[in-house]
């Protein structure tokens, strides 16, 4: 930590956490000495994806097709 209190994370950590230099980020305290950094980004872009094999591929052009007859 710098005379700033600033923090200099490992590019493989930042990687993997799919942070990218320049976003901003929360830092909570979750216990005496540890901290959490989590992505303040975009809802959509930390969401994206997570429903991924729910609805079988082209069910929902099915459905929209549906509609629209």
Do not use: C
């Not at 989590?38 to 609805?55: E, F, K």
Request: no cysteine; hydrophobic share 45%; charged share 30%.
């Amino acid at each position: 930590m710098s005379s700033k209190n600033q923090v200099t994370l490992p590019v493989e950590a930042m990687r993997a956490a799919g942070l990218r230099a320049g976003e901003e980020v929360a830092v909570r305290l979750i216990g005496d000495g540890e901290l959490v950094i989590a992505a303040l980004g975009s809802r959509i872009r930390r969401n994206a994806g997570i429903a991924t094999g729910i609805y079988a591929a082209g069910e929902f052009d099915r459905r929209r097709d549906a509609w629209e007859h």
